[in-house]
């Protein structure tokens, strides 16, 4: 099994060749800077990363929009292009609409999908989604953590679902402290988490351990 790290450099590899621009580490790419509101955005490495690799797009105007929110779609769009890589990800279909408020044509409807058949994301109980919903830092924590292999233990269900979401990105590396978890996060953060993910030591594919009561690496992390 790949590890996010690995489908991420390999795919940074190839949009640098694309772009025809040598590159030693993720820190060696400006893309923030082709942005107009570059001098807004806080986590420029972050957002050089997940530019380059085409996992966060600027807006039709030119801009980043920093601290602008994300919605569930593009949230679903995200964790999608993390573990398949853009073309994959852009080559997922779907024929049936996941949700009421989700048809088959809308244009994340293939990445929710997807999202929701790894036990990434959820309905809201009732068959819709609200795809244009904002999401809290705690919300994109959970859909990393999941991503990764976390909440075969039902540890993100029920009442405590976020305070154990956030105790274990913040464990992991993901998120920050001092941070307004249930809060719509900013599309500056969401960069910030998703890279996080990305470059943590201790954020690598899990399964369940040998007597289902925790966890361990998978086989292939790096």
Sequence with gaps: MKTLKKVLSVALVLAMALSLVTITSAADVSKYQNFTDAADIVN??????LAALGIIAGMPDGSFDPKG???????????AYMLLGATSADS???TVAPFTDVPATHWAAAYIQYCVTRGIINGLGDGTFNPDGQVTAAQFAKMLLTAIGYGKLGEYVGDNWALNAIVDAQNLGILDTNVDYMAPATRDQIARYAFNCFVGEKCKFVVLSDDISGYKYAEGNL
């Design 44 to 49: 420029k490495e972050a957002v050089d990363t």
């Design 69 to 79: 929110n994300v919605t569930r779609a593009q949230a679903a769009k995200i964790i």
């Design 92 to 94: 997922l279909k779907v």
